[in-house]
């Protein structure tokens, strides 16, 4: 029976500037075509769990326009349940991504429809994990924290303060390294560490117990391979896997997401995740 998972988080439309290199502080630089793709962590994380097998609800909001209908879009040819996404009066967030051609990138998200998320507290009845990020507003997350009694997966991005009552309540921390380092004191229960094409290491009370390399790949866009993974490692946990296999699992998905441009477009099915590690 696969998982059901219910994702509270961030619904972006993503606008991509490909650019030499990224601009400095005061600096212009010409970059190519505007590229508009699907994004948001919470939708990401959604279209991840989803593509790779779970029953996924999708708590979230959008504006009524045009780039909040290509969001929907993604999501409902995912199969994602829209039940719980809400059209407000606001647009829809927007994440203004900038790729220099080393494949570093600098994002900035201009707020919106996001800002008006919120959960009740039936929401989460039946549900195996929810997953939440920091691109809602905390209110969100502190309903969430309340009403939800399932594994409950915090990813930590972008980096912000967590109250006590979320930090006590969280059961998964998901965050690269850089985000690791900002966040002084460990959450409870395991605390995962991604580090891009470098190990991904997960931590119970701060001692490891699990490491897992991502495979090499020739990746070509690497934005949405943290939320690939966070669906991934979510999936896999609730369905019964350990946290190594979990782990395992996780930053394959990652490698293979980073294969198509865009942040949902790339993310693998279970059955390609199973040919990728059975070809290495
Ligand atoms: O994690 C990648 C996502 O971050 C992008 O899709 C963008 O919308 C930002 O929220």
Known sequence: MSPHIA???SINADLFVRMPRLPGRGETVAGGEPEWFPGGKGANQAV???????????????GNDAPGEMVLQNLAAAHVDLTHVRKVEIPTSVALVLVEETGENQIVIARGANDMVHVDDQAFEHIDAVIIQHEIPEAALLQVAAACSSLLCLNGAPVREIPDELRNRVDVLIV????FESYGRPTRGVVVVTAGAGEAVA??????????????????DTVGAGDTFVGAFVVALTSGLDVQSSLTRAVFAASLSTLS????????????????????
Not at 176 to 179: G, I, Q, R, S, Y
Not at 205 to 213: P, Q, S, W
């Open 7 to 9: 994702v509270v988080g």
């Open 48 to 62: 991840a769990a989803a593509r790779l097998g779970a029953r996924v609800s999708m708590h979230g909001a959008v």
């Open 176 to 179: 690269n390294e850089h985000e």
């Open 203 to 220: 931590y119970q009370d701060g001692v490891a117990i699990a490491r897992a390399t991502p495979p090499r790949v020739n990746a070509v």
């Open 261 to 280: 441009h865009g942040a949902q477009s790339g993310m693998p099915t279970a059955q390609e995740v199973d040919e990728f590690l059975g070809v290495q």
